[in-house]
């Protein structure tokens, strides 16, 4: 199945007490690049997002990956007096107020404002626990974001069948020119014969015209760039049917192709073949633009 290198997945869910939001989004790129945007707190959990993401199957593309998690209800933190210290804090700004004669009172708001007369003591945070947590949203962001490529896939593999076809019986309308167009010439050739010879009272030497029309043929054939361009058309349809990603596959073949096409534009004499050469390569720099978007 083709999927596409644009898409976007996002899903929000609380997960013991934490509110987790992961957006995934991506664009075209040649080779797999990924990068992570998580809450400061949970930076540690930032180096298994690529290689989780690739267990999934996401193997190409620009892939921005942003995760907020908000904790909520209980936090498991503790807080606790340090009271040898403010009983001393307390007492050296008694000292201070008698030493200089300072007005006001000494009150809690006053003590309050050192933080060291306070211990805030934090649960150990379980990392294992919190990558689980990650995960049980980013699951489900990832199958919404394989869903979108998916989906965008089998809108371009559409596309990209259709205007394989095309080419086919335009590849059908180069064979039958081709071979008119072989016929065509030994007639123009034997009618300017007979008129030069007859002018000469020489008689017509069929065998020579047989040979002139075999070289001309043979200078002009394109079967073996049609069995080509057949044989890379099955190859198509066999790499779409992959299960595996096939952008990089693809994007060879149109090379093949437009090899092909070339050299069948390089032999024509044909303004008609020309004109349907054109329209080819025309309809595989298409399919090239389009490649650029798969996986």
Avoid at 47 to 55: A, C, N, T, V
Avoid at 211 to 238: G, M, N, W, Y
């Amino acid at each position: 199945m083709i999927k596409s290198m644009t898409a976007f997945g996002r899903h929000s869910e609380a997960v013991n007490n934490k509110n987790i939001t992961v957006e995934i989004k991506s664009v075209n790129n040649r080779y797999f690049d990924c990068s992570t945007r998580i809450s400061r707190n949970y930076s540690f959990l930032e180096e298994k997002i690529k290689p989780y993401l690739q267990s999934h199957g996401i193997s190409r593309g620009k892939v921005d990956v942003s995760i907020s998690i908000e904790l909520v209800g209980s936090t498991d933190v503790s807080i606790s007096l340090n009271e040898e210290y403010a009983r001393a804090y307390y007492e050296a700004l008694c000292q201070l107020k008698e030493k200089l004669e300072l007005p006001g009172e000494i009150t809690v708001a006053t003590l309050q404002r050192d933080s060291n007369i306070f211990t805030l003591t934090k649960a150990e945070e379980d990392e294992e626990q919190d990558w689980a947590d990650v995960c049980t949203v980013l699951d489900k962001a990832i199958e919404k974001f394989i869903t979108a490529r998916e989906r965008e896939g089998a809108n371009i593999e559409a596309d990209l069948r259709a205007k394989v076809e095309g080419i086919k019986e335009r590849v059908n309308t180069v064979e039958a020119h081709s071979e008119e167009d072989i016929g065509a010439y030994r007639s123009r050739l034997e009618e300017k014969l007979r008129a030069v010879l007859s002018d000469n009272k020489v008689t017509l030497d069929e065998n020579r015209i047989l040979t002139e029309c075999a070289i001309f043929a043979d200078r002009v054939a394109v079967d073996e760039e049609i069995v080509r361009l057949r044989s890379h058309f099955k190859a198509f349809e066999d790499i779409l049917a992959s299960n595996e990603p096939v952008g990089r596959k693809l994007d060879f073949l149109m090379q093949e192709m437009n090899r092909e096409t070339n050299t069948i534009g390089s032999k024509c004499s044909n303004s008609s073949i020309a004109h349907v050469v054109v329209d080819i390569k025309c309809e595989l720099e298409k399919i090239r633009e389009q490649i650029q978007n798969i996986e």
